[in-house]
C-alpha cells in the first residue's frame, strides 16, 4: 500500500493524516472545491506543528487505502468525493461512530475491501483549524472474524498503519468491538454533550453524570444482547479502564459539536438505541430521555 486518501480533517482525521503525513505516505485529504479553498486559506496545526495537506477532488488516481472520518450526516458527501479513487484494489476503512457506516460504504462501493473499525482512546480536540490530544489511542480493524493469519488486506493496511506510527489491533471479534465502542459513544459521548463537560467529570466516580453514563450504557448492552451479540459489565469495566487514561480537560467529540452550537451525533447514538429496542422488545428509558433532551437542544439553536 503506497496512497491514502481520507475525507474529513476534524479532529480525528487531522490527528491521522498528521501521522501519515510524518511517516512519508503518500496522503490526500479529500474535499469539495469550497472546502480546499478555505483548507488552504487556513492551514491545519495539529499539536502546534503546520501541516499543508495535499487536496484533492479524487480524481488523481486511485487509493490504496481510503480513511473515512467524517460525522455520519456527511458519509453521503463522502462516498461521492471518494467514487473516482476506490477501485477493486482499495481497501475502506470508515473511523464513523454509530453500527452501520460500513454497511452503506459497502454498498456504495461493492468492488473494494470495506473492513469494520473504530477509534478507541483518542482524546484529539479541534478548535477552528487548530487540533490538540494527548492520546491517538488505537484503530480496532478486520474482517467480522479474524481467527486465524489475517486476510491480505487487513494484513497490508496492518503494515501500512504501523509504518505511519499509527497503534493498531486486529481482534479475533471485531463485530463485538464496533458494538463495544457504540457503548462507550452512547453513554459518554450522549452525556458530555448534554453537560458541556470535559472527561473529568466523568471520571470522577462520585459524579451523578457518570452514573447516567453507566446506565446509558447498559441498555446498549441489553439491545446488543437481544440483537445476538455478546456484551456484558466486563466490557462496561474495559471502557471505564479507558476512560481513566483520557486527558481530564479534554472533550469528547460531540460535547464540542455541542459547545460550538453544531448539531450531534444523537441519531447514530440515542436515536438507534430508541429504534432497536423498540423492534426487539427492550426498554431503554435512558436514552428514550437522551434522545428528547439533546433533540431538543438543537430544536433550540436552530
Avoid at 481520507?6 to 498528521?18: E, W
Avoid at 503525513?21 to 488552504?40: K, M, N, S
Amino acid at each position: 500500500m503506497e496512497r491514502v486518501a481520507l475525507v474529513g480533517l476534524g479532529a480525528i482525521g487531522a490527528g491521522y493524516a498528521s501521522r501519515f503525513v510524518e511517516a512519508g505516505i503518500d496522503l490526500r485529504v479529500l474535499a469539495d472545491a469550497g472546502r480546499r479553498a478555505r483548507y488552504a486559506g487556513q492551514p491545519t496545526i495539529v499539536n502546534g506543528r503546520r501541516y499543508d495537506f495535499d487536496f484533492s477532488d479524487g480524481s488523481d488516481g486511485p487509493a490504496d487505502l481510503a480513511v473515512v472520518a467524517v460525522k455520519r450526516a456527511a458519509l453521503d458527501e463522502a462516498i461521492e468525493l471518494l467514487r473516482p479513487c476506490v477501485t477493486g484494489r482499495t481497501v475502506v476503512l470508515s473511523l464513523l461512530n454509530g453500527i452501520d457506516s460500513e454497511e452503506v460504504l459497502a454498498a456504495a462501493f461493492p468492488q473494494a475491501t470495506v473492513l469494520l473499525a473504530v477509534s478507541v482512546g483518542i482524546d484529539a480536540v479541534r478548535e477552528n483549524r487548530e487540533v490538540r490530544f494527548s492520546s491517538l489511542g488505537r484503530i480496532v480493524f478486520g474482517e467480522p472474524a479474524n481467527p486465524g493469519p489475517h486476510a491480505e488486506a487487513v494484513a497490508e493496511t496492518s503494515d501500512l498503519l504501523a509504518r505511519a506510527g499509527i497503534e493498531a489491533v486486529v481482534p479475533q471479534d471485531m463485530v463485538h468491538e464496533l458494538w463495544w465502542k457504540w457503548l462507550i459513544n452512547v453513554g459518554v459521548n450522549q452525556v458530555s454533550a448534554l453537560i458541556r463537560a470535559p472527561y473529568r467529570v466523568l471520571q470522577d466516580r462520585a459524579n451523578p453524570a457518570r452514573a447516567v453514563m453507566i446506565a446509558a450504557q447498559r441498555e446498549v448492552m441489553a439491545v446488543a444482547n437481544a440483537r445476538g451479540v455478546s456484551l456484558d459489565e466486563s466490557d462496561l469495566n474495559r471502557w471505564l479502564g479507558v476512560l481513566d487514561g483520557l486527558g481530564p480537560d479534554n472533550y469528547t467529540s460531540m460535547a464540542q459539536d455541542a459547545l460550538a452550537g453544531r448539531s450531534t451525533e444523537v441519531d447514530s447514538f440515542a436515536g438507534t438505541v430508541v429504534r432497536l429496542g423498540a423492534e426487539l422488545g427492550v426498554d431503554v428509558p435512558v436514552n428514550t430521555v437522551l434522545y428528547g433532551l439533546l433533540k431538543g437542544a438543537e430544536a433550540v439553536l436552530s
